[in-house]
């Protein structure tokens, strides 16, 4: 098992590595152009040249990454070209607003995907149509055109919910709750419909082997074999499609905070593209890459231990 967990962080720096390197190579190529949108329309060929030699974008692209690089593996990813605050600070107060949301998002798809694909593959019959149908229309709904039926049929028709905004739960459990609910709604509804598919048919699948068959005539009862055994095997699939939601409602988020007004990282780069905001866009880039390698880090880290045939072989 450790030498699993030691191959997974190896490929997990490997990645982190090659995002880098891409992501600064491929926005700081062109740093005359970033010096002269730095500057603006009024600035001549000495004022663009004067804020590329301030910024270091005069150097060749290979001597910036490396001082990048050096200074990053310390924790230090520079600081922002507008507000002269430390990058690193300014990302972890971002990521703990998106996170909060994300996070929450996943345990509800969690908890619905799969209570749902258990019962559709265990009933069939109607249950399993039902989510057949809903499933169709949850992955054709963009998730920011439910966060805008949400917005005007929850927050400004019936005033259950604020329609904008973000509360931290330090400063209020109850307003934080509130402000997180439609969000997570609305990151929530195509990721369910994809795990509950994939839970139902992971479990489908495993309730016709035989052993299964065997359990049964042995006298053991239906719940016994369901959460004694199938899930053990039907949940390595599962996991993979959770991980993989995560990693979609991340991105998701992006558009889910601009119209809630949120100010969490899909926010902070969007903000910081629109400025030219470099050094804020690598480290958004990097942290949340670090975030997901995380993620799917633990994620193996789990499936090995469900499954150690799988840790042995991989």
Known sequence: MLTFVLKRVGAGILLLFGVST?????????GA??????????GDRAAVAAKAAELGLDQPLV???????????????????????????????????????????LVVVTLASVTIGIVAAVRRGWVDRMLQTTSVI???IPNFWAALILVMTFAIALGWFPATGYVP?????NLWAASVVLPVVAL?????????QQVRSAVMGVLEQDYVRTLRARGLSRRRVLWGHVLRNA???????????????VGGAVIIERIFAINGMGSLAVDATLKSDIPVVVGVMVLMTVVVVLVNLVIDIVNGLINPKAAVSA
């Open 63 to 105: 001597v910036q990454y490396w001082r990048w690089l050096t200074h990053a593996v310390t924790g230090d990813l520079g600081e922002s070209w507008y507000t002269s605050q430390p990058v690193l600070p300014t990302l972890f107060d971002r990521l703990a607003v998106t996170l909060s949301i994300v996070v929450v998002a």
């Open 235 to 249: 949940a390595p699939p599962g996991l993979t499609v959770l991980s993989l939601q995560f990693i979609g409602m």
């Open 138 to 140: 949850g992955l054709a």
């Open 22 to 30: 891409v992501t600064f190579a491929l926005i700081y190529a062109g």
């Open 33 to 42: 152009d970033i010096a002269a949108q730095l500057v603006g329309d009024d």
């Open 169 to 173: 739960f330090g400063e209020s459990p």
């Open 188 to 196: 929530c509804l195509a990721p369910i419909s994809a795990t509950a």
